[in-house]
């Protein structure tokens, strides 16, 4: 029977690339720059929004919304300092990354701040005590 020619899905560490195993995130750039410390922010925080496992294709995917992200907040920096951006790309850039985000399944989830009934009495007393 021939071998099947199928490799395996997770090379050893030894074959994999510094990117492929973490050590490095952007290949070739210089990890202390402002730039990479706020895209490793960015992308440590949307993995961490998909609840820290991703899959590979969603970390592609949250590579490229971090890179639009800083691209981003640098055009809203030049913006504040009163320097001319390209609006029309700004605009692409930013329904991209808006479109990578659904994409990853990334919502604004409303947090329930209604006390519960023994904190609105704790509350009360505490403002009634106060008054008196």
Known sequence: MPRSSARSATPKPEARTRVGNGSVVLSG?????????RYREILAALVSDMGGDPS???????????????????QDTAAALGTPIDVAAYTTASNALRRLL???GLKRVPRD????????????????????
């Open 29 to 37: 750039v210089d990890g202390r720059s402002l730039e990479a410390r």
């Open 56 to 74: 590979e294709a969603q970390e592609q995917i949250a590579r490229r919304a971090a890179m639009l992200a800083i691209w981003c907040e640098g």
């Open 102 to 104: 659904e994409t990853l």
């Open 113 to 132: 701040i209604t006390p519960t009934l023994a904190e609105y009495a704790a509350r009360r007393a505490a403002e009634k005590a106060q008054a008196a």
